[in-house]
């Protein structure tokens, strides 16, 4: 009777100890907005298909509450590698700050995938992530096509490091200085900073100063949409009024198109980067092969095509069924 338990004892305990119990550390930028619940909810999907799979493999989600806490961030992933996880998914908040902690951590034979936003170092296996300079450029031309090719707009940056929003906003200056010269840029430089009330104070500094003169806005995440949409409702610039074409969708974002008082959202798939970001890593660690770069895809979603179906995955994710 004893020989039977310790058997059926072992025989429990034996995927979890086994060379295939794979701990995948998921870091998010930042763990409030409704795109990290989005890649939350993506590498939950990944570990559920794989343990359907017979892989035993679980995800451990942690981030810095605020998406400019640069040091929290680094503390998180080099606490993650003091303990020896099998695997890093991490969306930096910066470009050359989290280069040393992921280079420290390849060095240590812990793989790392980098999802969102790009980092300046070779270390990582892969790279997944939205065309970010693509999702500016499509954001500039359907801005200039709202404005006729005439007239002033902003455009409001989020943070300085951010290889992502960095992006966008080269893309989107790319476009408006080449295929809309008769648009003045009337402001370039200012950043929305972490938070939705941070956006909210700078966008209503900015419209206090050019109120009378903007005809469109571009704003380039989730945060910095929802602070400069709230300051157009404040000032009376809304429905229409002043153009915003935002970056990012969610219920509030959504809610504001539906409504009139956005026009545009290029939205990405952040469940797809919290996926792949799993499966990519499990593959590495299984010896296998992955794609140094992965482009999931990037659209721009209006009123008129909020229900396409080809839509669904990136302004409804199923974020019910994989987060509770």
């Given amino acids: 009777m004893k020989q039977t338990l310790v058997a059926l004892f072992l025989a429990v305990i034996a995927p979890l100890t086994g060379a295939d119990a794979y701990r995948i550390a998921v870091i998010p930028k930042g763990t409030t907005h409704e795109?990290?619940?989005?890649?939350?909810?993506?590498?939950?999907k990944a570990e559920r298909e794989l343990k359907a799979q017979g892989v035993n493999v679980?995800?451990?989600w942690k981030g810095p509450l605020k998406e400019d806490d640069r040091e929290q961030q680094i503390q998180v992933v080099e606490n993650f590698v003091g303990q020896r996880v099998s695997a890093i998914v991490l969306a930096p908040l910066d470009k050359r700050g989290l280069v040393a902690p992921v280079e420290s951590a390849v060095r240590g034979k812990i793989p790392v995938i980098?999802?969102?936003?790009?980092?300046?170092?070779?270390?990582?296996?892969?790279?997944?992530?939205?065309?970010?300079?693509?999702?500016?450029?499509?954001?500039?031309?359907?801005?200039?096509?709202?404005?006729?090719?005439?007239?002033?707009?902003?455009?409001?940056?989020l943070q300085v490091g951010s290889a992502s929003t960095e992006?966008?906003?080269?893309?989107?200056?790319?476009?408006?200085?080449?295929?809309?010269?008769?648009?003045?840029?009337?402001?370039?430089d200012q950043h929305a900073g972490a938070t939705r009330d941070t956006a909210k104070a700078v966008s209503e500094n900015l419209l206090n100063r050019f109120g009378k003169q903007v005809n469109?806005?571009?704003?380039?995440?989730?945060?910095?949409?929802?602070?400069?949409?709230?300051?157009?409702?404040?000032?009376?610039?809304?429905?229409?009024?002043?153009?915003?074409v935002g970056f990012d969708s969610g219920e509030?974002?959504?809610?504001?198109?539906?409504?009139?008082d956005i026009q545009g959202l290029v939205v990405q798939n952040p469940m797809k980067m919290g996926y792949l970001g799993v499966k990519n890593a499990v593959a590495v660690l299984r010896g296998e092969k992955v794609e140094a770069v992965v482009d999931t895809g990037v659209g721009f979603v209006t009123k008129e095509n909020f229900n396409s179906p080809d839509m669904a995955d990136m302004v409804r994710p199923p974020l019910d069924k994989y987060l509770k």
């Fill in 114 to 157: 980098v999802i969102d936003s790009g980092l300046e170092s070779k270390a990582p296996a892969s790279y997944i992530a939205t065309d970010n300079r693509e999702g500016g450029r499509i954001a500039a031309r359907e801005l200039g096509k709202l404005l006729g090719g005439k007239g002033n707009a902003i455009m409001l940056r």
């Fill in 252 to 260: 509030t974002l959504n809610a504001a198109l539906l409504a009139g």
């Fill in 216 to 244: 469109g806005i571009f704003t380039c995440n989730e945060s910095g949409t929802a602070g400069m949409l709230l300051a157009l409702r404040d000032a009376g610039l809304a429905k229409g009024k002043v153009k915003l």
């Fill in 58 to 60: 679980s995800i451990i």
């Fill in 167 to 188: 992006a966008r906003e080269e893309g989107f200056l790319e476009v408006m200085k080449k295929d809309f010269p008769n648009i003045k840029l009337l402001s370039t």
């Fill in 35 to 44: 795109f990290w619940k989005s890649i939350h909810a993506g590498a939950v």
